[in-house]
């Protein structure tokens, strides 16, 4: 068990009883499309590489998006184990978590309207080793299941807004404004 | 407007037409807690590092998950806009899309019961260069919001199951199956 972070998650709860608002945490990432496909993704100070293979156009610079989709709700479900073993006191040697997710392409471009163009199926597995008993892991991972983040933005609609600015050199753009 | 992808998409399309199953597409990461939070999730061939900040005692190998979920967001919504773009035969330069991210950490840290452990709220922001008019870039955002596969995950609920299965040496193994 690491040493230090069940003070840190004490902590963390502590400051948060004491003043709720610090719990409110904005993330961002920013994203330009430098390919075809290629995307280059900036989480604070790190870089993320989006593309798609050569048969869709693209140059294999990167991972899919659905696929980064897939490692983000694997690395989230690892990381609230970790989390909630410390909480739970529930000991465990090794984690590993296999994502699987079935995509019906026709929805992403338009071919089946009744087809939605996400994931229409998603399989998470979670492999641990550790000392405990085989139900206090059911306990963890019915804990981890209420708190995962990323398995909530998958299960649970979350509320997105969308908007474009679009600096045009059309002539017709003072006609329709 | 990139050479080639307009013919690749069409004949992706003439061949899903001829037989719909080939349109069925499995995705997958396979990922390992290698630290405290530190995570490496494998993608094909590619590896996405996944991490926290010292502060939470991580050691900022990677991005957080909910920042790769955001990165899987903008990423997919620069894909969409290039694919659709070439559908419309809507031209554009240059696409940049900045995604921001909401989350109260009560809820992941199990501190307040109402509070979901994912994003409360998702802003994205594209911003598009290009000779077109500004209707037909806001033509080109509604065929994008409507097959975007990650916007898709975020707005809609996804199936998703999970799975655990423990390998324990506790003596009390026997006992509980």
Known sequence: MPTGLKTILDNTASAIAGNPSIAAA????ACELVGVHEVDVRV???LIKADQPPALGGS???P??????LAALGSCQAMT???WSEKLGIRFDKITVDVHGDIDVQGILGLANAVRPGFGDVSVRVRVNGPEP??????L???VDRHCPVLDVFTAPVPVTTSISANTT???QGVTQ
Do not use: H, M, T
């Open 26 to 29: 904005r993330f961002a990432a």
């Open 44 to 46: 604070n100070n790190q």
């Open 60 to 62: 294999d610079a990167g």
């Open 64 to 69: 899919k998006p659905v696929e980064i989709a």
């Open 81 to 83: 184990y970790r989390i």
């Open 134 to 139: 085989q139900e206090r892991y059911e306990e």
């Open 141 to 143: 991972k019915n804990a």
């Open 170 to 172: 059309s002539e017709q």
